[in-house]
C-alpha cells in the first residue's frame, strides 16, 4: 500500500464521522478508498452472512478470507460452500499446513474432542493459516464482523484502526451494531444463520468441546468459547498476533 495512503487516513476523524454510520456507508467508503485492496475475513459463524451481505452489497467480488484449521464443524465446511454458491462469493479458502490427526498426537492431545493447550492449537492451526493469508493478499484494508458487544477485548477496538500484525487498516463495520440490529437486518434480507444457531451455537469456531459450545439464554455470546478459560480470542483480530 503506498506510504502516501496511510498517511492520509485520518482514523481519529473517521471514527468519529461513523460512530453512528450504517455499516454499508462505512463499507462504501472502504471501496470507494482502498479500491482492489479491500478484502474481508469471515469464519462462516453463526450470523456472518450479515456482513458478508452487506459487503457484496459494495463490492460484490470482494475476496473473503476463510481459515480452515482442519478442526471446523462438518457444517461450517458445508454452509460456506452453500453460501459461495448462492451468493458466488469470491472464498480464499487457506488451510494449515498440519495434518490434524499427526499435530494432535505430536503435541499430546490424546482426545480430539479436548485441547489441553488451546493457545497453542489456535497459534499452529489458525494464526499462521491467517498471517500466510495476509502475507500472500497484502491487502491496503480488512474487513471484518467484529462487535463491541460480544467480549471486552472486542468493546476496546476502534471502528477503523491500523494493523501492524497484519500490516493493513483494520475496518470493523459492525463494530456498535448490536445483536438485535444484526438479527433485524438478516431477517429483512432473509439471509441464513449458521445450522448449528438454532441449537444454541451463537459463536462458532472449531469443534473441540473446549473451543467450542452452546450457550444459555442468560450467558454472553462468546460464553461458549473456550468456556471456563480467561480465553476469548483465537488471535486473528489481537494486533500482537499468534503469540497470543
Given at each position: 500500500?503506498?506510504?502516501?495512503?496511510?498517511?492520509?487516513?485520518?482514523?481519529?476523524?473517521?471514527?468519529?464521522?461513523?460512530?453512528?454510520?450504517?455499516?454499508?456507508?462505512?463499507?462504501?467508503?472502504?471501496?470507494d478508498t482502498f479500491g482492489s485492496g479491500l478484502a474481508m475475513t469471515s469464519s462462516f459463524g453463526a450470523e456472518s452472512m450479515c456482513a458478508i451481505h452487506l459487503a457484496i452489497g459494495v463490492k460484490p467480488d470482494?475476496?473473503?478470507?476463510?481459515?480452515?484449521?482442519?478442526?471446523?464443524?462438518?457444517?461450517?465446511?458445508?454452509?460456506?460452500?452453500?453460501?459461495?454458491?448462492?451468493?458466488?462469493?469470491?472464498?480464499?479458502?487457506?488451510?494449515?499446513?498440519?495434518?490434524?490427526?499427526?499435530?494432535?498426537?505430536?503435541?499430546?492431545?490424546?482426545?480430539?474432542?479436548?485441547?489441553?493447550?488451546?493457545?497453542?492449537?489456535?497459534?499452529?492451526?489458525?494464526?499462521?493459516?491467517?498471517?500466510?493469508?495476509?502475507?500472500?493478499?497484502?491487502?491496503?484494508?480488512?474487513?471484518?464482523?467484529?462487535?463491541?458487544?460480544?467480549?471486552?477485548?472486542?468493546?476496546?477496538?476502534?471502528?477503523?484502526?491500523?494493523?501492524?500484525?497484519?500490516?493493513?487498516?483494520?475496518?470493523?463495520?459492525?463494530?456498535?451494531?448490536?445483536?438485535?440490529?444484526?438479527?433485524?437486518?438478516?431477517?429483512?434480507?432473509?439471509?441464513?444463520?449458521?445450522?448449528?444457531?438454532?441449537?444454541?451455537?451463537?459463536?462458532?469456531?472449531?469443534?473441540?468441546?473446549?473451543?467450542?459450545?452452546?450457550?444459555?439464554?442468560?450467558?454472553?455470546?462468546?460464553?461458549?468459547?473456550?468456556?471456563?478459560?480467561?480465553?476469548?480470542?483465537?488471535?486473528?483480530?489481537?494486533?500482537?498476533?499468534?503469540?497470543?
Amino acid at each position: 500500500m503506498p506510504n502516501e495512503l496511510v498517511a492520509n487516513i485520518d482514523d481519529q476523524r473517521l471514527n468519529q464521522t461513523f460512530r453512528h454510520a450504517h455499516p454499508a456507508d462505512v463499507i462504501r467508503w472502504a471501496a470507494d478508498t482502498f479500491g482492489s485492496g479491500l478484502a474481508m475475513t469471515s469464519s462462516f459463524g453463526a450470523e456472518s452472512m450479515c456482513a458478508i451481505h452487506l459487503a457484496i452489497g459494495v463490492k460484490p467480488d470482494i475476496p473473503i478470507v476463510f481459515v480452515n484449521t482442519g478442526y471446523l464443524f462438518p457444517q461450517t465446511l458445508v454452509f460456506m460452500e452453500q453460501m459461495r454458491r448462492r451468493y458466488h462469493l469470491n472464498v480464499w479458502e487457506y488451510h494449515s499446513r498440519n495434518d490434524p490427526m499427526v499435530w494432535l498426537s505430536v503435541h499430546g492431545e490424546p482426545d480430539p474432542q479436548v485441547r489441553r493447550n488451546v493457545d497453542a492449537c489456535c497459534a499452529a492451526n489458525k494464526n499462521e493459516v491467517f498471517d500466510r493469508a495476509m502475507v500472500e493478499l497484502a491487502p491496503a484494508a480488512w474487513l471484518r464482523g467484529v462487535r463491541a458487544e460480544q467480549s471486552e477485548q472486542r468493546a476496546k477496538m476502534r471502528m477503523i484502526e491500523w494493523n501492524n500484525r497484519a500490516r493493513c487498516w483494520a475496518i470493523s463495520p459492525l463494530l456498535h451494531w448490536s445483536a438485535r440490529q444484526i438479527h433485524q437486518y438478516m431477517e429483512q434480507h432473509e439471509l441464513p444463520h449458521h445450522p448449528l444457531w438454532k441449537q444454541g451455537y451463537v459463536s462458532i469456531g472449531c469443534n473441540p468441546r473446549t473451543c467450542t459450545r452452546a450457550i444459555g439464554a442468560d450467558e454472553r455470546q462468546r460464553s461458549g468459547r473456550w468456556a471456563g478459560l480467561e480465553k476469548k480470542e483465537c488471535g486473528i483480530h489481537l494486533d500482537q498476533g499468534a503469540g497470543i
